[in-house]
C-alpha cells in the first residue's frame, strides 16, 4: 500500500503544468522526489539497471583494466546552438575515456538544481541527456539530485562519471608524443566556445556558429583501430583548446611542437567572432574534436580514416613533433615567421562546459 | 621548458597568503589551475593514480560485477560538529556501496567552486576529504574542477562517485524483507540532521551535537561475513531520515515493519534539539549508521557483532518485519498504541547532505 499510495501522489503531484518550477523538496528524498524521479529523470534516462534505484548500480565487468573519468558542468547558459548542458554531460565524460583509448560502457549523473528552474527546461535537457547517451549506446546506471535555494546555484550543474574499458593495446597518453610524429586534428577549430559566446548574446549574433558537441568514440575506435601502439597520443581540447592541449602535451612528453598556420581548420565564423571579441581559435574550448599524434609515415592513412567519418570531414595534419624547445608550442606562418604558443595564465571564457 | 615554466609560475602564484581567494581562473583548465591542483589538490588526495593527471583514471579489476554510486553533495555549512563537506562525501558515496555489499575500491571527485571561497578553507575541506578516504583505504582516482561566478553558486558542491566490487554472496536488497525478518539500527539515530541544524545556529546551542559522519564498510563487512545471504536488507538512512528509509523498504518488499518506540537509540540531545523544532527523529538525516534485516533467529548474535564494533556500541534491534499493513511502516509506543509513520512530501531539512 506504500507504493500504491507513492503512486496516488505521483499522479496528483504530477504530470507537470507548463509553469511548474523545482522547489526545495524536489531534493529532499521524500515524495516529491520520487515524483520527479518517475515523470522526469526515469522517462528519459530510463534502463533495466538504472530503473532498480538501488544506492547504486551493478554492472558485469571482464577481467582486466577499467578507466574511470569524472566532470562537472556549469555551462552557462543551459542551451545552446548545437547543443544543451544534458547532451554536453554526456559527451564530455564519454570523449575523455575515448581520449584514453578506452570503449564508453556506462554513465552516472548527478544534478544539482537551483529552486525556481522550470520543471519543462529541466525535463528538455534531461531528454537531450537520454538521447545522447542512446545514441552513444551508453547507459546513465546510477544518479543523484539535489536541490539548493535561489541565488545558490546557477539553474542546473550536473557531473557525470563515465566508465569503460580497454578497447585494444592502444595506450595514447600525453607523454608519448616522439619527435617525428605528426599532429592531426579530427575537425574544425573552436566552434563550442563561440557558440556559447554567441548565446551569450556576446556578439550580437548567433548565425552560422553551433557548438560541436558529440561523441568522438566512433571515430576513435577508427583510428584505434588503424594504428593500435602507434596512437601515441589523444587529446580533446576542451578548456583552454587546441593551445592547451598541445602545450600539456608538449611538456608531459619533453618535445616541440610546431603547428603551421595555413593548416588549421578553423571556420570562417569562428575566425570572425574571434576578431570581433579578441580571441586566439587556438584557445577557444572544443567538444566534438580531438588532437592525435602518430609517426609521420602512418599520417596519411590516419587522415584517410578520420575523413571517413561524419564528424572528421575537415580532418587535417596541422603540425609536428620536433625534438628542439621541449615543452613550447610554436605557430608557423605561411612566411616562414614562428611564434611561442603559450598556456594562458587563466580564463579566457569562463563557464564554457 | 614547458614544465619549467609551469613550475615557475607555481611557485609564483602560491604558496597561498591566509586571504587568498578562489578566481574564475582557478577553473579555467590553465595555469591557475595547475596551481590550484598542484598546491591544494594533490597534497591532500594524491596517490599514484591520481598523480598521472589523465583525462581519467586506470585501474584493474577482476572478472565480476562492480558497484557504482554516485553522490553530490550541498551540505550547509561546508562545516560543521562531526565533519566537514569534504569527509562527509568520501563517506557518503562509500556507504552507498557498503549498503549494496560491497566492498568500496575507488572514488572520484567533481568540485563545483563560488569565486571568492577562501583558498584555505578549500584546502582544510579537501585534507578532511583525503583523511577520510586514507582512512577508509580507498583513493580519490580522477577528479575536476569547475570555478562559478560569485552569486552563482554556494561556496562548495562536491560530487563523488564510488566503484566498488562485491564482497561475497551477500546480496542485500530494499525488496528482500520477509515477514520474520527482525529489524536492526547500528547506531544512534538523527545525529547528523541535528549536528547540521546546530551548526546552521537553528538552535541556538550546539553542545552535545555531532554528527555521526563515518565509512560503514568495516562494520558492515563484520555483518556479511556473519550473515551472507541472510542478510536480507541494507539502507543507510541518510535524507528522509529511517522513517523514509523504512518505507522504502516496505514498499519494495511488500511487507509491513513494525518499529517499537522504546528500543530506538535516539540520543537525548538530538530528542531535545527535535522537541525545539518541532521535528520528529525518525525523519532526520544519518551519515554513520544504517538499518538491516535479518531473519529473527539470526539477530541476536548480528547485534553481537555490530556492538563489538566502535560505531556500533548502541547497536539495537527496533523492530520486526510483518505481512499486515504491507507498504506500511508503524511505530508502537509502550503503551501499545500504535501510529503509521508515513513517508514525508518534501524536505524537513533542505541541504543536510
Not at 554536453?88 to 570503449?103: F, I, K, Q, Y
Not at 576513435?220 to 602545450?247: F, I, Q
Request: glycine content about 14%.
Amino acid at each position: 500500500m506504500g507504493a500504491a499510495t507513492l503512486g496516488a501522489t505521483l499522479s496528483c503531484a504530477l504530470p507537470l503544468g507548463p509553469g511548474d518550477r523545482i522547489q526545495l523538496g524536489h531534493g529532499s528524498g521524500g515524495k516529491l522526489s520520487a515524483a520527479l524521479l518517475k515523470h522526469c529523470f526515469l522517462p528519459h534516462l530510463g534502463n533495466p539497471t538504472l530503473a532498480q534505484l538501488g544506492d547504486g548500480a551493478v554492472v558485469s565487468v571482464e577481467a582486466g583494466e577499467i578507466v574511470v573519468s569524472t566532470d562537472s558542468f556549469v555551462v552557462s547558459p543551459l542551451v545552446f546552438p548545437g547543443g544543451d548542458i544534458g547532451s554536453l554531460a554526456v559527451h564530455g565524460s564519454l570523449n575523455d575515456l575515448a581520449m584514453m583509448g578506452a570503449e564508453p560502457r556506462w554513465l552516472t549523473a548527478g544534478f544539482i538544481i537551483e529552486e525556481g528552474l522550470l520543471l519543462a527546461e529541466l525535463t528538455r535537457i534531461v531528454q537531450s541527456m537520454g538521447d545522447a547517451a542512446r545514441a552513444a549506446g551508453v547507459p546513465v546506471i546510477t544518479g543523484d539530485t539535489k536541490v539548493v535555494e535561489r541565488g545558490k546555484g546557477d539553474g542546473l550543474f550536473i557531473n557525470t562519471t563515465g566508465i569503460g574499458v580497454r578497447y585494444s593495446r592502444a595506450r595514447p597518453a600525453p607523454d608519448r608524443a616522439r619527435p617525428g610524429d605528426a599532429v592531426l586534428v579530427s575537425g574544425p577549430i573552436g566552434r563550442h566556445g563561440m557558440a556559447i559566446m554567441a548565446a551569450r548574446g556576446s556578439l550580437g549574433f548567433e548565425g552560422a556558429l553551433e557548438s560541436d558537441s558529440a561523441c568522438l568514440w566512433p571515430m576513435v575506435r577508427g583510428l584505434v583501430d588503424l594504428l593500435g601502439e602507434e596512437l601515441h597520443v589523444l587529446r580533446d581540447p576542451t578548456r583552454g583548446g587546441v593551445a592547451s592541449a598541445l602545450n600539456e602535451i608538449a611538456a608531459a612528453s619533453g618535445v616541440g611542437v610546431v603547428l603551421q598556420d595555413g593548416l588549421l581548420p578553423i571556420p570562417e565564423a569562428v575566425n570572425a567572432a574571434c576578431e570581433m571579441l579578441g580571441l586566439d581559435p587556438l584557445y577557444v574550448a572544443n567538444e566534438g574534436m580531438f588532437v592525435a599524434f602518430c609517426p609521420h609515415a602512418l599520417a596519411a592513412e590516419a587522415l584517410r580514416t578520420l575523413r571517413a567519418h561524419p564528424l572528421g570531414e575537415q580532418a587535417a595534419v596541422v603540425g609536428r613533433v620536433v625534438a628542439d624547445h621541449p615543452g613550447f608550442v610554436v605557430l608557423e606562418t605561411a612566411l616562414g615567421t614562428q611564434r611561442v604558443v603559450d598556456l594562458l595564465p587563466g580564463d579566457q571564457l569562463p563557464r564554457i562546459c
